[in-house]
């Protein structure tokens, strides 16, 4: 059908950006950093009975430098809502109700349904009647305090919530332009004000992170243009990497044993080298995950890590469910095998988290548990 005369004919779709296909890599391997440090959470508590031993020292550095991994998803939640919602022909009318529902439907939901089967298993465990803690079910699913890792999700409504205003404010150049700037000092002064004022759970809210979102929606913005700066400077960014994440894990024996002239400005480098490290790692994530997926595109390996990426949302989940069983069913059972035990249960939590998510996704209503 033709248009009516003296009309103009309706303005046809935007188009949907293409989809980075070398993140999924990135998401692999931040969501194996998750794993390692759910994974060596009881060994190190279990080995500071042997303080300066090897295998103490073996399960802290693991647990500590990967902890750059929540800050990596931070990130690249700000580059990819940038990246798909920062093109004016995006932001249609009404835009901002159809991302709310989709958050809604497939971030808030499954948080729900797995906070609600956390709830039952502790609840069950401690020999509770959970109809009698329905209370505590929902204070707890506010704060995401129904299980351990469930807090990122807290922060990722936040940051959903944040979104619409801030891109808002981001249609001007001047505002662009002064992003990284503000979100230093805005990083800045929170750190300082909460460690002496607040004293609030940092990580719990979004301004702990406020600096790595912001960071990953002016990449989000200028993809192509960040991409070539961070290609020139890779040998920098991956070197800072490794030096600031060998001195995030070894920050006790830094300020006590090897440099103590630092100890009265402690507070400060603790602050210089987590943003650092973080900063940096996530850098090295998308440089790591680009240079695999350009060598390996059409093997094995890089296909493997794309499904592994692609189930990251659903793996988060659930590892800590199955995390949990196999240290119950296993690990404290055959306790002589206990250090061999626990790594067995890093492959085989992970692998089984992945098949769930593939055995999953061929059901309509897979992206309420899992996502999408």
Known sequence: MTPLAGMPPPAAEPKTKPRIESLD?????????????????????????????????????????????????????GLVLFYNYADP???????????????????????????????????????NDPLAECKTFLIDLLTGNNYEHLYYFVILIQFYVLFPPLLAVLRYRAAVRW??????????????LNNEVLHWTSGDVFATYFLLFSLGASFGMNLERSMVSVRKWAWLILSLFVVSGLCYVFAGRLYYDWAPVLLPYKMIFNFAIYYLFTICASLSLLLIARGLFLIGQNGWPVRLLSSF??????????????????????????????????WL????????????????????WSPYMIGR
């Open 179 to 192: 992003l990284i700037p503000f979100a230093i000092l805005f990083q800045t002064v929170f750190y300082f």
């Open 309 to 342: 990426g692609a189930a990251s949302f659903a793996i988060f989940l659930v590892h800590p469910f199955l995390l949990h069983y196999w240290r119950i069913a296993v690990v404290n059972r055959y306790g002589t095998y206990y250090h061999y035990l626990t």
């Open 25 to 77: 890599v990135y998401r692999a391997i931040a969501i194996l950093a998750v794993v390692i440090i759910h994974l060596t959470s009881n060994p190190v508590v279990r080995m500071q009975q042997l303080p300066g031993s090897g295998l103490t020292i073996f399960y802290e550095f693991w647990n500590r430098f990967s902890q750059f991994a929540v800050p990596a998803f931070i990130f690249l939640s």
């Open 345 to 364: 249960g890093g492959a085989v939590v992970f692998l089984v988290s992945w098949g769930f998510y593939l055995l999953l996704r061929r059901w309509k």
């Open 89 to 127: 022909e995006r932001q249609k009318r009404g835009w901002a109700a159809g991302f709310y529902k989709k958050r809604l439907l497939y971030i808030f939901v499954p948080y729900a349904v797995w906070s609600l089967i956390y709830f039952l298993m502790k609840q069950r465990e401690q020999g």
